[in-house]
T-cell receptor, first 114, second 112 residues
Framework: EAQVTQNPRYLITVTGKKLTVTCSQN?????MSWYRQDPGLGLRQIYY???????DKGDVPEGYKVSRKEKRNFPLILESPSPNQTSLYFC?????????????FGPGTRLLVL | DAKTTQPPSMDCAEGRAANLPCNHS???????VYWYRQIHSQGPQYIIH???NNETNEMASLIITEDRKSSTLILPHATLRDTAVYYC?????????????FGTGTKLQVIP
């Protein structure tokens, strides 16, 4: 089944404790992206990647890192989480090219930073 | 990507057509209009997209004005399961994917 998976789905952590949220897709998509969603602010893009070793900042990259060493994986790294990073996070992937239609979204990761 | 403007919320009676508007007055000639929806806190789901012609699929119809500055998503016979937040975005669709800006969307409530 074609899908985007995220782990963990729920995470409670404390300020300053490094964490990684994994994202994996099995559709051989070139493009992958991370979003955060907060009440009243909609979906905001954190980082995106056009292909392996190619990443770029979205609208809200501060406090986050990403890497794209393999095509299927795009982990989101919070080196020193803070309470304002408490949010619902979504990973998405998409093929590139003239006829690509849509981003496929993962189920979300709900993060609470105390 | 061009910014979009949508009403924050709308109601629609079950079985009636839901017409969701979106303004994108700064859209460029090579930017497509995309619609997604998000049910509860699930990942957004693609609905439909178009460039300048009207489009229809099994889920919805997309009407784009001739000047391309606005569009309307039509759910022909809304059901309770269509209650969701609907996002309109515009972006280039030619391999240069770039940043994507979703905005806050329209919360559609389908009423029995």
């Amino acid at each position: 089944e074609a899908q985007v998976t995220q782990n963990p789905r729920y995470l409670i952590t404390v300020t300053g404790k490094k964490l990684t949220v994994t994202c994996s897709q099995n559709m051989n998509h070139e493009y992958m992206s991370w979003y955060r969603q907060d009440p009243g602010l909609g979906l905001r893009q954190i980082y995106y990647s056009m292909n392996v070793e190619v990443t770029d900042k979205g609208d809200v990259p501060e406090g986050y890192k990403v890497s794209r060493k393999e095509k299927r994986n795009f982990p989101l790294i919070l080196e020193s989480p803070s309470p304002n990073q408490t949010s619902l996070y979504f990973c998405a992937s998409s093929p590139l090219g003239k006829n690509q239609e849509t981003q496929y979204f993962g189920p979300g990761t709900r993060l609470l930073v105390l | 990507d061009a910014k979009t403007t949508q009403p924050p919320s709308m109601d629609c009676a079950e079985g009636r057509a839901a017409n969701l508007p979106c303004n994108h007055s700064t859209i460029s000639g090579n930017e497509y209009v995309y619609w997604y929806r998000q049910i509860h806190s699930q990942g957004p789901q693609y609905i439909i997209h178009g460039l300048k012609n009207n489009e229809t699929n099994e889920m919805a119809s997309l009407i784009i004005t001739e000047d391309r500055k606005s569009s309307t998503l039509i759910l022909p016979h809304a059901t309770l399961r269509d209650t969701a937040v609907y996002y309109c975005i515009v972006r280039v669709n030619s391999g240069g994917y770039q940043k994507v800006t979703f905005g806050t969307g329209t919360k559609l409530q389908v009423i029995p």
